[in-house]
Nanobody
Framework: QVQLVESGGGLVQAGGSLRLSCVASGRAFSSYAMGWFRQAPGKEREFVAAISRSGGSTYYSDSVKDRFTISRDVAKNTVYLQMVSLKPEDTAVYYC???????????????????WGQGTQVTVSS
């Protein structure tokens, strides 16, 4: 079992920045890849970013590439999503997820993930 707890969401103006955190517990942090997804009201959950077990490979959706950065800190069992130049269309509940699949990055499909956090709300005002 893996437990995931997100934090760092909030209300920010367009053009602002936020850093989301996801603390993992339960199994060796380096044994699984991590991803971030988001779900806006009335829309399906969509892939945002993923990072490999080692942290050496990352992948982003086209909508956030060059604005968001995913990283992981093994010492803190934490994965981060640094978000800059935020837009109103980034408003959503953001979820982190853990993947034990043998597949490698990009890992952009929900079915490739085994455990999910409860989500954290990000609201970007115009």
């Amino acid at each position: 079992q893996v437990q995931l707890v997100e934090s760092g969401g909030g209300l920010v103006q367009a053009g602002g920045s936020l850093r989301l955190s996801c603390v993992a517990s339960g199994r060796a942090f380096s044994s699984y890849a991590m991803g971030w997804f988001r779900q806006a009201p009335g829309k399906e959950r969509e892939f945002v970013a993923a990072i490999s077990r080692s942290g050496g490979s990352t992948y982003y959706s086209d909508s956030v590439k060059d604005r968001f950065t995913i990283s992981r800190d093994v010492a803190k069992n934490t994965v981060y999503l640094q978000m800059v130049s935020l837009k109103p269309e980034d408003t959503a509940v953001y979820y982190c997820a853990a993947s034990f699949t043998i597949a490698t990055i990009p890992l952009r499909y929900q079915y490739q993930y085994n455990y999910w956090g409860q989500g954290t709300q990000v609201t970007v005002s115009s």
